[in-house]
Nanobody
Framework: QVQLVQSGGGSVQTGGSLRLSCAHSGSWALINTLAWFRQAPGTERNIVAI???????YYGDSVKGRFTVSRDSAKNTVYLQMDSLRPEDTGVYLC????????????WGQGTQVTVSS
Protein backbone atom coordinates (compact mmCIF):
# COMPACT_ATOMS: atom_id res chain seq x y z
CA GLN A 1 0.00 0.00 0.00
CA VAL A 2 1.24 3.45 -0.92
CA GLN A 3 -0.23 6.59 0.56
CA LEU A 4 0.28 9.98 -1.02
CA VAL A 5 -0.22 13.31 0.74
CA GLN A 6 -0.06 16.49 -1.28
CA SER A 7 0.68 20.05 -0.24
CA GLY A 8 1.20 23.34 -1.98
CA GLY A 9 -0.78 24.95 -4.74
CA GLY A 10 -2.86 28.10 -4.62
CA SER A 11 -3.49 31.11 -6.82
CA VAL A 12 -0.96 33.19 -8.73
CA GLN A 13 -0.89 35.59 -11.62
CA THR A 14 0.49 34.77 -15.04
CA GLY A 15 4.24 34.38 -14.88
CA GLY A 16 4.27 33.41 -11.23
CA SER A 17 5.59 30.27 -9.59
CA LEU A 18 4.27 27.59 -7.29
CA ARG A 19 5.67 24.39 -5.84
CA LEU A 20 3.70 21.28 -5.16
CA SER A 21 4.82 18.46 -2.87
CA CYS A 22 3.77 14.83 -2.74
CA ALA A 23 4.91 12.84 0.27
CA HIS A 24 4.65 9.09 -0.21
CA SER A 25 4.67 6.32 2.35
CA GLY A 26 7.12 3.52 1.73
CA SER A 27 10.40 3.74 -0.08
CA TRP A 28 11.21 3.96 -3.75
CA ALA A 29 11.69 0.21 -3.61
CA LEU A 30 7.89 -0.05 -3.89
CA ILE A 31 7.37 2.59 -6.56
CA ASN A 32 8.17 2.40 -10.25
CA THR A 33 7.10 5.90 -11.21
CA LEU A 34 5.42 8.83 -9.55
CA ALA A 35 3.59 11.27 -11.78
CA TRP A 36 1.88 14.61 -11.60
CA PHE A 37 -1.43 14.93 -13.41
CA ARG A 38 -3.60 17.94 -14.15
CA GLN A 39 -7.34 17.88 -14.52
CA ALA A 40 -9.26 20.96 -15.60
CA PRO A 41 -13.07 21.12 -15.46
CA GLY A 42 -14.63 19.10 -18.25
CA THR A 43 -11.33 17.66 -19.43
CA GLU A 44 -9.46 14.42 -19.03
CA ARG A 45 -6.71 13.92 -16.51
CA ASN A 46 -3.44 14.54 -18.33
CA ILE A 47 0.11 13.73 -17.34
CA VAL A 48 2.20 16.78 -16.56
CA ALA A 49 5.45 15.19 -15.41
CA ILE A 50 6.84 11.83 -14.34
CA UNK A 51 9.82 10.80 -12.28
CA UNK A 52 10.93 7.20 -12.04
CA UNK A 53 12.79 5.25 -9.43
CA UNK A 54 16.09 5.91 -11.20
CA UNK A 55 15.48 9.65 -11.21
CA UNK A 56 14.63 9.83 -14.89
CA UNK A 57 12.05 12.42 -15.83
CA TYR A 58 9.44 13.04 -18.50
CA TYR A 59 7.45 16.19 -19.19
CA GLY A 60 4.33 16.91 -21.16
CA ASP A 61 4.93 19.18 -24.14
CA SER A 62 2.98 22.07 -22.65
CA VAL A 63 5.19 22.32 -19.55
CA LYS A 64 8.66 21.57 -20.93
CA GLY A 65 11.12 24.23 -19.90
CA ARG A 66 8.74 25.66 -17.28
CA PHE A 67 8.08 22.84 -14.81
CA THR A 68 10.62 20.71 -12.97
CA VAL A 69 9.91 17.44 -11.19
CA SER A 70 12.38 16.36 -8.52
CA ARG A 71 12.57 14.16 -5.48
CA ASP A 72 14.07 14.02 -2.04
CA SER A 73 14.49 10.33 -1.35
CA ALA A 74 15.42 10.92 2.28
CA LYS A 75 12.06 12.60 2.80
CA ASN A 76 10.11 10.29 0.46
CA THR A 77 8.82 13.40 -1.24
CA VAL A 78 8.44 14.43 -4.86
CA TYR A 79 8.14 18.05 -5.91
CA LEU A 80 6.75 19.86 -8.90
CA GLN A 81 8.26 23.31 -9.33
CA MET A 82 6.06 25.32 -11.66
CA ASP A 83 7.50 28.50 -13.14
CA SER A 84 6.24 30.91 -15.77
CA LEU A 85 2.71 29.82 -15.04
CA ARG A 86 -0.02 30.45 -17.58
CA PRO A 87 -3.81 30.52 -17.25
CA GLU A 88 -4.00 27.22 -19.13
CA ASP A 89 -2.04 25.59 -16.28
CA THR A 90 -5.09 26.04 -14.08
CA GLY A 91 -6.60 22.84 -12.72
CA VAL A 92 -6.50 20.27 -9.98
CA TYR A 93 -3.09 18.68 -9.73
CA LEU A 94 -2.85 15.12 -8.48
CA CYS A 95 0.14 12.96 -7.80
CA UNK A 96 -0.16 9.31 -8.66
CA UNK A 97 2.07 6.34 -7.92
CA UNK A 98 2.67 3.31 -10.06
CA UNK A 99 3.89 0.36 -8.06
CA UNK A 100 6.69 -1.86 -9.26
CA UNK A 101 5.25 -4.59 -11.47
CA UNK A 102 1.96 -2.78 -12.03
CA UNK A 103 0.89 -1.12 -15.25
CA UNK A 104 -1.42 1.60 -13.98
CA UNK A 105 -1.39 4.37 -11.42
CA UNK A 106 -3.24 2.88 -8.49
CA UNK A 107 -2.48 5.30 -5.71
CA TRP A 108 -3.48 8.94 -5.64
CA GLY A 109 -2.98 12.03 -3.59
CA GLN A 110 -5.93 14.12 -2.53
CA GLY A 111 -5.42 16.73 -5.26
CA THR A 112 -4.64 20.40 -4.98
CA GLN A 113 -6.04 23.37 -6.87
CA VAL A 114 -3.77 25.60 -8.91
CA THR A 115 -5.31 28.76 -10.34
CA VAL A 116 -3.42 31.08 -12.65
CA SER A 117 -5.08 34.39 -13.44
CA SER A 118 -4.28 36.63 -16.36
Amino acid sequence: QVQLVQSGGGSVQTGGSLRLSCAHSGSWALINTLAWFRQAPGTERNIVAIINRSGGTYYGDSVKGRFTVSRDSAKNTVYLQMDSLRPEDTGVYLCGAQRVGRGSYEYWGQGTQVTVSS
